[in-house]
């Protein structure tokens, strides 16, 4: 071969393997300018479940529809794809077809925008049809309910509706109008501006098992057909759809087959009449005594499955119940037909989404599955095929997490009291306003805390509380006086000394022997923190913190109190469910500026210890007295040690380390801004909770025999996750808090992290501790806030065992443990 003819060869050979490897690397190339859409493009959103803003992306090009893949998908795409919709920008965009496949074509993959390009042409792509996904990776977006001024939506092709995405079940039976939830009634879609029915004509159990998942039920029963008949006979009809056929593990109507009617359907049917649905209720929204009966047959045992850290009913973090021991599901292939298995099980009905990537917060403990791989059609996620997970599978960054349909129950409408809020800055905070028979009135803040925030919260549908406000000025007794924190995030309560109260002061009493002398500090002598009310602990007598933050807000038309004394345990649906004082009002101060307040969030924190290093750090120390002048000022002793012979002799302590992550979905801030915190002269720092953690020793029936607390006088990152920056330092009067995936750690070797176990005699115990007691601040979940331990003390050495986090474990695992008989030496198995 000649040198032209071998040159030749060799370019076409480079030429080849260049476009052998651009197909094989997928990387994106910018479209050529030949192949621009340009003014061709539409776009449209679709999908359901969904609302107007948000939905699968479908693109009109070569004219023909298709859809875009989620592979590198970024937030700047989405950008593009919600400015072609006519929305301002994008909130979101979702992955894994969550408003379900699209058909056809797929038209881009890979697509790599910066963010401010004109057109989705213009991004950086694989090339018009150049794909190699499947529509499981149809990518949607999420756009801000936001119109462009001045848009034109031309995208959107004005053709008859061609498909189903509002249902409802309209209730005909007098008894039941007036019922809620509804559970049986005629199946109806949204058809223009009013509602349309469906052809019963071949309509099964498949299909009414998907609507009753839809209306939040897990299951169908069995209908009078023929009362609904005669009813519909007198009544005029408009029919939409007809031939539906589902395979009962849809989780929305439109996902099933069916034919829609054309033109004039209201002769339609034949034979036929409306499709009548009847569902059962989940033991949580069921009503009567038959249904009492089978929850509490339902209840005899404890359930393998159960959802954590969601701000509302019906949604969580999956765990499951695996040898004795709570547990994640990794989100590998997780999908809606395993959500909605999950759904059902625990009484509600099919999966509205299946949440990847710790969207609930992350668990602590093992991670039992991985790879579920449910039909739909199981009756427990147990029954679904499913991988056991090994080390290096999955970490808790991947726990799989559920939002399910749950039946519309009006708590926010309906009943009483009725609930809305006034004069927030934003429609998730404002002053509680309860309508008492047709009166709209406030709440009484005596005892507003947090518990009751999140129940009002909860009822309004607006996620955690995130602060319990005063309206106004708290609620102090005689004599002092609170300032507001103003309208700031940060705000909080200080207090003021008031008439009567004695002059601050670090001591109390004559000196011994040249020594300051011990700092038994009375009731009034508060350091500068709240003191609105009797010390919580016995002795020495403990700061109550305060109980609300005051804020400010517009005060509406409603002047008059209706509501006091609300007690709530934290779990409740409505306010109606708490105590209160029913009609009979009685509050120290009625005025609006004394009314309840909430701030709502969608996220808030979640505050869990490590339980092993306390089970791996704990000791003995026996401290001289007079190394403890200042544990003593901060009521870190026990009550006993105002008669010890100070500065002489010496208290034993039970010292230990504590690690406390932040594994919620917020930021853990204290509740009050540094305005407000306390300067402890003594130790030289501020408190900014005066009780962060109790540390009690109690005996096997529970009886406590020691008790200890710590202030949180520096709360910071000490250490986080790979990839997550830290955000608090104490240093310099910084900022306190814990941040989203960081630890808080405080060493067993600093002052009053301990419990003085000096008066308690040798035997065993159960060692506790709780972080956040007071629930001053927020957080997704507070049962899993307290740890415990078995411990056996011997009069000189102290062994800690089985410590774990208090909701850890499975009911008679815990009852094992509490009724532990305790150690008969040293050796712990």
Known sequence: MGSCGRRAWQELLVLLSSLCLGVGAAQPTPPGPTHSPGSQLKFRLAGYPRKHNEGRVEVFYNEEWGTICDDDFTLANAHVLCRHLGFAAAAGWAHSAKYGKGVGRIWLDNVNCAGSEKSIGDCKHRGWGNSDCSHEEDAGVICKDERIPGFKDSNVIETEQSHVEEVRLRPVVSGARRQLPVTEGIVEVRYKDGWAQICDQGWDTHNSR???????????????????????????????????????????????????????????????????????????????NGHKRKQRQQQQGQARIRLKGGAKVGE??????????????????????????????????????????????????????????????????????????????????????????????????????????????????????????????????????????????????????LHAVTVGASGAGPGDSLESAGAGASGGCRAVRGKGMRPLRAWDGPGVGGQRAVPWLDAAHSLGACQLGSPQRAWPPSLSPCPQETWYWDASNVTEMVLSGVKCAGHEMSLNHCQHHGTSLNCRKTG???????????????????????????????????????????????????LANWPYGHRRLLRFSSQIHNNGRADFRPKAGRHSWVWHECHRHYHSMDIFTHYDILTPNGTKVAEGHKASFCLEDTECEEDVAKRYECANFGEQGITVGCWDLYRHDIDCQWIDITDVKPGNYILQVVINPNFEVAESDFTNNAMKCNCKYDGHRIWVHSCHIGDALSEEANKRFEQYPGQLNNQIS
Not at 273 to 282: L, T
Not at 341 to 360: D, N, Q
Not at 608 to 618: F, G, R, S
């Open 592 to 642: 609006t500026r004394f009314a309840a307040g909430v701030i709502c969030s969608e996220t808030a924190s979640d505050l869990l210890l490590h339980a092993p290093l306390v089970q791996e750090t704990a000791y003995i120390e026996d401290r001289p007295l007079h190394m403890l002048y200042c544990a003593a000022e901060e009521n870190c002793l026990s009550s006993s040690a105002r």
């Open 316 to 465: 969580g973090r999956v765990e499951v119940l695996r040898s004795s021991e709570w547990g994640t599901i990794c989100d590998d292939r997780w999908n809606l037909q395993s959500a909605s298995v999950v759904c059902r099980e625990l009484g509600f009905g099919s999966a509205k989404e299946a949440l990847t990537g710790a969207r609930m917060g992350q668990g602590t403990g093992p991670i039992h599955l991985n790879e579920v791989q449910c039909l739909g059609t199981e009756k427990s996620l147990w029954s679904c095929p499913y991988r056991n997970i090994t080390r290096e599978d999955c970490k808790h960054t991947e726990d799989a997490a559920v939002r399910c349909n749950i039946p519309y129950m009006g708590y926010e409408n309906l009943g009483s009291p009725q609930i809305r809020l006034a004069g927030g800055r934003t429609a998730s905070e404002g002053r509680v306003e309860v309508k008492r028979g047709s009166k709209w009135g406030t709440v009484c803040s005596d005892g507003w805390t947090t518990k009751e925030a999140m129940v009002a919260c909860r009822q309004l549908g607006l996620g955690y509380s």
């Open 210 to 288: 998907v609507v009753c998942g839809m209306m939040g039920f897990p299951a169908e029963k069995k209908v009078n057909r023929n009362f609904y008949k005669l009813f519909t006979e007198r009544q005029q009809l408009n029919y939409r759809l007809h031939s539906v056929s589902c395979t009962g593990t849809e989780v929305h109507l439109s996902l099933c087959a069916f034919q829609f009617y054309r033109g004039n359907a209201s002769a339609a049917c034949g034979a036929g009449m409306p499709a009548v649905v009847s569902c059962v209720p989940g033991p949580l929204f069921a009503s009567g």
